[in-house]
Nanobody, 125 residues
Framework: QVRLVESGGGSVESGGSLRLSCAAS????????MGWFRQAPGKEREGVAS???????TYADSVKGRFTISRGNVKNTVSLEMNSLKPEDTAMYYC???????????????????WGQGTQVTVSS
């Protein structure tokens, strides 16, 4: 079972920046995919950004040009740099991951089996 631990959430004013980090442990296979989802109160959960097994990066339209996902220098870490934050970015953010022996995983519609505990991001106007 892959274990994910997020850090870096917090409160910021509109236009500000935050950086989320996620550390994964417990991988069995070398091929994995990671990403970030978020859920605001009363709203459906949505995929924000992902890196698939081929290294392809996908962003939700709502965050394109403002958020950047990247693999960390430390193995099995992923970060989400969030700039020009808006009040509508306020949500609980979750790191997600999967691993495969062969083949593909990833994308914003993928059913990730591993989720972190979440970190709160609050953007005030």
């Amino acid at each position: 079972q892959v274990r994910l631990v997020e850090s870096g959430g917090g409160s910021v004013e509109s236009g500000g920046s935050l950086r989320l980090s996620c550390a994964a442990s417990g991988y069995t296979y070398s091929r994995n995919c990671m990403g970030w989802f978020r859920q605001a109160p009363g709203k459906e959960r949505e995929g924000v950004a992902s890196i698939d097994t081929n290294g392809l990066i996908t962003y939700a339209d709502s965050v394109k040009g403002r958020f950047t996902i990247s693999r960390g220098n430390v193995k099995n870490t992923v970060s989400l740099e969030m700039n020009s934050l808006k009040p509508e970015d306020t949500a609980m953010y979750y790191c997600v991951a999967d691993e495969v022996l062969w083949g593909f995983c990833g994308g914003l519609q993928y059913p990730y089996p591993s989720w972190g505990q979440g970190t709160q991001v609050t953007v005030s106007s």
